[in-house]
């Protein structure tokens, strides 16, 4: 019985490892992350300039997103509703059905309080 407990023990400690180095290869490991340099130097640090072509992107982007925000305006102009079901006569045979409530009095105001 001693001996089944200790393989037992010996299994749960390798599992666990296991399942330690699994995890930190799979949120740490993995793909290198090509936009951190190696070294900072000023000579391997380049940065692109993209000021010339952010306006140009984002106006594309805007008369994208304008046009299609403009379609979306042009399909709901285009709904037609038929106000003949409001008109029909079942439409006006029905009632108002609320059921009014009745105040009532309240229990005690501190259900801790002794009574």
């Not at 407990?5 to 390798?14: A, D, G, S, Y």
């Not at 640090?45 to 306006?55: A, T, Y």
């Not at 979306?72 to 609320?98: H, M, Y």
Request: aromatic content about 6%; hydrophobic content about 45%.
């Amino acid at each position: 019985m001693n001996r089944i407990t200790q393989v037992v023990n010996i299994l749960l400690i390798v599992s666990v490892i296991g399942s330690l180095i699994a995890g930190y290869f799979l949120f740490m490991g993995g793909e290198e992350d090509s936009t951190i340099p190696e070294s900072l130097d000023s000579e391997s640090l380049e940065i692109p300039d993209f000021s010339s072509d952010v306006p140009a992107r984002v106006s594309d982007e805007l008369s994208i997103s304008s046009a299609e925000v403009v379609l979306l305006l042009e399909k709901i102009r285009s709904i037609n509703l038929d106000d003949a079901l409001f008109r029909s006569a079942a439409f006006q045979s029905l009632g108002n059905s609320t059921v009014e409530l009745t105040p009532e009095a309240k229990g005690i105001g501190n259900p801790f309080d002794e009574l």
